[in-house]
């Protein structure tokens, strides 16, 4: 013997409210409901391991900072000696060559 589950929703569609009445059985009901927990739990699981992996490419990628150099912590003004030394030291090396 199946048990029915009645529904009342009131809708409102551009500005005029409209009320929809549903009905189900229970098992229904229930299935559908456990199918939706069940996907939200794979969504749930999906998003702990996509936040897994991007914190493992952040530790990466400071990593890889640490190791050469700190590339974005360099300041402007020092990235811009380096870069005058670098020419500067070029010239010398062409004169050289001449």
């Known amino acids: 013997m199946a048990k029915d589950v009645k ?3 009131k809708l409102s569609i551009d500005g005029k409210e409209h009320i929809v009445e549903a009905t189900t ?3 229904h009901f229930a299935q559908e ?3 939706a927990e069940t996907k939200g739990k794979r969504l749930r699981d999906s998003l ?3 936040n897994g992996l991007v914190t493992l490419f952040q530790g990466l990628q400071s990593s890889i900072q640490q190791v050469t150099g700190g590339g974005c912590c360099v300041s402007e003004k020092s990235f811009k000696t380096k870069i005058h030394r670098k020419n500067i030291l070029n010239l010398l090396m062409e004169f050289q060559d001449k």
């Open 48 to 50: 702990l391991k996509f």
């Open 25 to 27: 059985d229970v098992k």
């Open 33 to 35: 409901l456990g199918i």
């Open 7 to 9: 529904f009342n929703i």
